[in-house]
């Protein structure tokens, strides 16, 4: 792990920043076992103050996002939004053309205030084997698609071609008489 030094511009979430500079450390401080650094905020309501913190609680700013990468801004933390381009050089480092979700608006942000949206933990469910992604759309052998309707009877997920999201086809019973189900 590469140690933070004085100068270094480091990623952070305190006091609602997004990014700072180290002006000071690592230092031991009274009553800690972890090293602490000073830094100064770069941006947010502190701005320009210098804030005590220690080491683990920041990281080596280094953007890599790429256009289309999914992210969270730090002021925003709620919400996604996708990476348009950059990262394009600013006088308080990189920053980045995002795109909200949300509204569907443009805005530039800080490459220190991105963080990697959260991947969707992957909803599956496993039947005679094979694991089915339930988010995704599988055509029988007679061509037609199905698709789940993320209702369960009997703990097995329903599916449905007719995207009629009450119908009560289950996957195993899909399967045994319109299977193998392919992967759309």
């Known amino acids: 792990m590469t140690e933070i030094k004085v100068g270094d511009k480091v990623a952070t979430t305190l006091f609602d920043a997004t990014h700072g500079v180290v002006v000071y450390g690592p230092f031991a401080s009274a009553g800690l076992t972890t090293p602490s650094l000073l830094v100064e905020l ?90 089915y992604d339930l988010d995704a759309k599988y055509r029988d052998r007679v061509g037609d698609v199905y698709e789940f309707t993320g209702k369960y009877i009997n703990g097995l997920p329903t599916v449905t071609c007719t995207e009629w999201e009450d119908n009560t086809d289950t996957l195993d019973d899909t399967v045994r008489h319109w299977g193998p189900l392919t992967r759309v």
């Open 42 to 131: 770069a941006d947010g309501p502190r701005s320009g103050e210098c804030v005590q913190t220690l080491v683990r609680y920041v990281k080596l700013y280094t953007p890599t996002y790429t256009p289309g990468t999914e992210v969270k801004r730090a002021e925003h933390i709620g919400r996604t939004y996708t990476v348009d381009a950059g990262p394009f050089p600013g006088d308080l480092g990189p920053f980045y053309v995002v795109t909200g979700k949300h509204t569907g608006r443009s805005v530039t942000a800080s490459a220190a205030s991105l963080r990697p949206a959260a991947p969707k933990p992957a909803r599956t469910y496993t039947y005679d084997g094979v694991t």
